[in-house]
């Protein structure tokens, strides 16, 4: 069966910016301005102005840009980085590729984010960096994380990759740790038309050196200071999320109100637990993440009604294969390993329609009762 409703609909975000972008691009065409020049430079100075930072540096992807993050505070091989066991593994990647060690901790059964006190006895003498994740679109407990940083003397490096536009009582997503980093990777609510990345910071000499590493370690052609990396934000990319840029606060608030309609269609439907929102928090819902029983079989009932759905994310992380040499087990984190099995990312990006909405209510109402 043809999907009616599918997961996710970038084809309607291009259509919006077409016209904005496509003469931008025939020119680069034409002038061959492929790599940095003023398209880059604009970008980066008007997500800095969009998120409250002094500096953005524009990167090639948003696992680049944690590696370079983690770079810049100092971590290197055999320091520890602790993180929530529920996230995409690029958060554990971009440590492992600089030799550190990722350090999984638990999340909190509500809001499925880093769990502070889990956090606070996962810290040794060998921990460089914590990195909270923003997952889903919501913000992680940074008003309690960052106090733990702080007295600990070790880096926060926000993993912002879900949450371009979303705050928190400690502030905006990607403009409170020493340094961020994102993704604008094609599904995001920012996002490119390919692999791309930024890096977010106040500190000055972190934004030069990670603009240095992003370049082969050189600022000056010809002289390396580092053994860096080639992670450089292409003009194309950045053409585009200048436009996308512009449209995100009332995409951004689209997502909102489908997420509202999610929660008035799916109220009073047993079986299917609903996400909240944490306190103090302005989601900007990257996904809406609901939990149910059953849930291989109900997706299977949803795709058979033409309803696109995922799982973010069916392993933890400390579970998967890649990470089988860190010697964790099943059991050690509950509460993500139990969600693990849940979760399901229902349709959610700013061009659902709610006749699209009522028929995934309408189907996940049926697989549901099936199940009950």
């Not at 309607?12 to 065409?29: F, H, K, S, T």
């Not at 948003?62 to 091989?77: I, K």
């Not at 909102?256 to 306190?279: I, K, S, T």
């Not at 033409?306 to 089988?324: K, W």
């Amino acid at each position: 069966m043809s999907t009616e409703v599918p997961f996710l609909d970038l084809a309607a975000q291009q259509a919006e910016i077409a016209d904005e972008v496509l003469p931008v691009w025939a020119a680069q065409l034409g002038s061959a301005g492929f790599i940095g020049g003023p398209e880059v430079a604009a970008f980066e100075q008007e997500y800095a102005d969009y998120i409250g930072v002094e500096h953005v540096v524009g990167v090639s992807n948003g696992t680049d840009a944690l590696e370079l993050a983690f770079r810049a505070v100092g971590v290197g091989p055999g320091d520890e980085v602790v993180m929530p066991a529920n996230t995409f593994i690029a958060t554990a990647e971009a440590t492992s590729r600089i030799g550190a060690v990722p350090v999984f901790v638990d999340v909190d059964d509500e809001y499925l984010l880093i769990d502070p006190d889990a956090l606070e006895s996962a810290i040794t003498e060998r921990t460089k960096a914590i990195a909270p994740v923003h997952l889903f679109g919501q913000t992680a407990p940074l008003e309690h994380v960052l106090p733990i940083a702080e007295r600990h003397g070790i880096a926060l490096v926000e993993d912002a990759a879900q949450s371009q536009g979303a705050s928190g009582p400690a502030g905006r997503a990607g403009a409170v740790g020493r340094v961020s980093g994102t993704s604008f990777y094609p599904g995001k609510n920012l996002g490119a038309a390919g692999d791309a990345g930024a890096v977010m910071t106040n500190d000055g000499d972190i934004a030069a050196l990670i603009r240095n590493l992003a370049a082969h370690g050189s600022s000056v052609k010809y002289v390396h200071d580092h053994i860096g990396m080639n992670a450089r934000l292409d003009a194309v990319q950045a053409t585009v999320l200048r436009a996308k840029l512009r449209r995100l606060e009332g995409w951004n608030v689209r997502r909102r109100e489908a997420a509202d309609r999610y929660a008035a269609l799916l109220a009073d439907l047993d079986g299917v637990r609903l996400p909240p929102v944490r306190p103090g928090n302005e989601d900007v819902w990257h996904l809406y993440v609901v939990r149910v029983e059953e849930r291989e079989r109900i997706m299977a009932s949803l795709a058979a009604a033409g309803i696109g759905a995922g799982i973010h994310y069916p392993t933890p992380v400390h579970l998967t294969e890649a990470y089988a040499s860190l010697g964790y087990r099943r059991g050690q984190f509950p509460v993500a390993e139990a969600a693990a099995d849940r979760i399901l990312s229902l349709p959610m990006f700013p061009h659902l329609t709610e006749g699209q909405q009522a028929r995934v209510a309408d189907a996940l109402s049926m697989a549901v009762r099936v199940t009950a």
